[in-house]
């Protein structure tokens, strides 16, 4: 029986998909696995018998990687889950920043008890026009999950577009409209697009990567909009570009005390994956990322562990292992089998980073002893008995 608890509510249908070898428990300190949406697990401690922690959304800033990775706790997110909501408040974005809808429903709002409001509106509506986004070239830097929606959205709309992905995956590639510009650095797009949406994970090499520099580079009025992570942009560069013109419009999903109060910035609070589909599917996913680990040991989507999998086992028995990413790690552990007389039937070793993840099917059920064996090798981080 795998005890689960969900730190944030987490959507009924993905509780459903837990079977009976399942119970969610209130105590945290007692979980197998901790389901978890927005809050913070930087100051809990994690529990002796935690083994994962599941995020039902895409940002991991909220957990502790490396602290679970040196404990053996494998930290999952569910890419893509919630990206159909993301594209969907980016085309919001970008409409809001074409045309002034915000100021004239505002205005609307103001004169709701003229009695002349309709004939009024014909003289007022001009100060709220825009331009159409037809024809307009945007760039989209970061061709991941979202990025690749947005991009073909925006091709479908009419627009020019330009897009950024030194890594961008297989999968990703297939996906993408043939008609989508690739450029190879972002200051191509900085340089030629009128609309520039930012959709890259927050790494120490992409903090603040819109900054005064990158601004400096872009063209006079461009729109921004940021629907990854506020601390991907430099707020204090873009609020003196949003003052100056450089900038026409900053669109934030983020509320922070410098973007709520930027002149020329349409700021949301973090709606971008606010549906209920959206949470359902990162729920689902999320569930069924921990069910795969705790009861086969396979990995996938995992944040600070390789993706490894040996689907179901078939074999007498099945065990991980988590370790340090160094040499001799695998010989000890054979070593360790043999001194057992246990045969492995099947093997696979993936690493990631400084971290690494074993998996080992064997010919005959693993005993307590062999368990105590491979803890005790050096830079062994933990071993499971799957089957």
């Known amino acids: 029986m795998f005890k689960i608890n969900c730190l944030n509510p987490i959507a009924a249908v993905g509780l459903n998909q837990l079977t ?9 300190q007692e979980a197998d696995a901790v389901l978890v949406r927005s809050a913070s697990m930087h100051d809990l401690e994690l529990p002796e018998n935690l083994k994962a922690v599941a995020r039902a959304g895409a940002g991991v800033n909220n957990i502790p990687l490396d602290r679970c990775a040196q404990k053996g706790i494998v930290v999952f997110n569910t890419p893509g889950a919630n990206a159909n909501g993301v594209k969907e408040a980016v085309m919001t974005g970008l409409l809001l920043a074409s045309r002034d809808y915000v100021g004239g429903i505002e205005w609307v709002k103001s004169q709701k008890d003229n009695p002349d409001i309709a004939k009024l509106t014909e003289k007022q509506k001009k100060q709220f ?12 830097i970061g061709l991941g999950a979202i990025g690749v929606l947005v991009a073909n959205m925006c091709d479908r709309l009419g627009m020019e577009v330009y897009g950024y992905d030194p890594f961008i995956s297989v999968e990703a590639a297939w996906k993408l409209s043939s008609k989508i510009h690739h450029v190879a650095k972002p200051e191509d797009i900085y340089a030629k697009c009128d609309f520039i949406t930012i959709h890259v994970p927050l790494l120490e090499s992409t903090r603040q990567m819109i900054n005064a520099e990158a601004i400096a580079n872009m063209k006079d009025g461009v729109v921004i909009l940021n629907f990854a992570r506020d601390l991907l942009a430099d707020e ?3 609020a003196e570009a949003l003052q100056s013109g450089k900038v026409k419009k900053y669109v934030s999903d983020f509320p922070t005390p410098v973007s709520a109060n930027m002149e020329n910035a349409i700021v949301i609070p973090h709606l971008g ?17 921990l069910r795969d680990f ?13 993706d490894c999998n040996m689907g179901k086992c078939k074999a007498a028995g099945r065990v991980s292992i988590f370790h340090k990413n160094v040499p001799n790690m695998i010989a000890q552990f054979t070593s360790a089998f043999a001194a057992d007389n246990i045969n492995i039937s099947d093997m696979i070793n993936k690493s990631r980073g400084n971290w690494a993840y074993t998996m080992v099917d064997l010919e005959s059920p693993a005993t307590q002893k062999l368990v105590d064996d491979i803890k005790a090798i050096d830079g062994c981080l933990g071993v499971r008995i799957i089957k």
Request: charged share 20%; proline share 2%; aromatic share 6%.
């Open 20 to 28: 009976d070898q399942y119970t969610v428990t209130s105590d945290y």
């Open 129 to 140: 026009a825009g331009t159409e986004i037809q024809g307009k070239k945007i760039g989209v």
């Open 236 to 238: 204090t560069a873009i």
């Open 273 to 289: 994956a606010s549906t209920e589909e959206s949470e359902d599917n990162c729920a689902v996913m999320a569930v069924k990322e």
């Open 294 to 306: 705790l009861e086969n040991g396979n990995i996938s989507h995992s944040v600070n562990y390789p």
